[in-house]
């Protein structure tokens, strides 16, 4: 069964790993549904939740977790994470706050994602425990 092999995949996963992704980076990117009615916060929302969402057809295709998932994050978090950098939108005082943290889980992702992403690249597919 396909959600029971990314289930053991994902539990395999040093479980850092597993706070990381399931406690931290997946609710902090989502919680930008909540902000959709500030400024910019539509655009805030698709990038931060747009590079998530094709990891669960990567998931399903590799039926579990790989390096492939960090492919999707580079270019909307790379754009978002600059953006916050150079031209925070205004917003309210929990807004603002949200975007920083927001800035710095996806800050701390890319320094994950650009090093799997290479070593994806040059060839290690290896599904976490398969």
Known sequence: MIILDIWRSYRSLPIWVQIWVFGI????????VFFIFQPFGVWVALLAIGAML????IML???GLSKMMA?????PW???VFWLLIAMPQGSAT??????VLLVVDT???AFDIPDALKWRKGDRRVAGK
């Open 78 to 80: 790379s754009l978002l």
């Open 54 to 57: 094709p990891n669960i057809a």
């Open 95 to 100: 807004y603002i706050a949200y975007l920083w």
């Open 61 to 63: 295709y590799e039926r």
């Open 108 to 110: 701390i992702s890319l």
């Open 25 to 32: 980076l997946v609710p902090v990117n989502s919680a930008a």
């Open 71 to 75: 492919l999707p994050h580079l270019l």
